[in-house]
Nanobody, 124 residues
Framework: QVQLVESGGGLVQAGGSLRLSCAAS????????MGWFRQAPGKEREFVAS????????NYADSVKGRFTISRDNGRNTVYLQMNSLKPEDTAVYYC?????????????????WGQGTQVTVSS
């Protein structure tokens, strides 16, 4: 069982930056594909970014390309999401997801584990 704990959310003004972290409990974290998803009130959970187990394959939603950067540190069992140039429409609860292997990176149902989420609020 993999436990994921997100942190780093908060309130920021438009144009600002935040760095989210997701710490995994499992020692074999380095073999897992990881993804960040977000869910705004009244909306479905949507894909933000993904990184495969080696870090060699990275994908982003069109809405965050050029502004967000996903990375991972397998030595620390942690995946990060650097968010720059934040917009009010980025406001959501951000969730970290993990899977042994993912075929469709943007499909949340392909991921076996996820955390409790961290709130990101961007004011205009």
């Amino acid at each position: 069982q993999v436990q994921l704990v997100e942190s780093g959310g908060g309130l920021v003004q438009a144009g600002g930056s935040l760095r989210l972290s997701c710490a995994a409990s499992e020692r074999i974290f380095s073999t897992y594909d990881m993804g960040w998803f977000r869910q705004a009130p009244g909306k479905e959970r949507e894909f933000v970014a993904s990184i495969n187990w080696s870090g060699g394959s990275i994908n982003y939603a069109d809405s965050v390309k050029g502004r967000f950067t996903i990375s991972r540190d397998n030595g620390r069992n942690t995946v990060y999401l650097q968010m720059n140039s934040l917009k009010p429409e980025d406001t959501a609860v951000y969730y970290c997801h993990a899977a042994n292997r993912v075929t469709v990176v943007a499909a949340s149902e392909e991921y076996e584990y996820w955390g409790q989420g961290t709130q990101v609020t961007v004011s205009s």
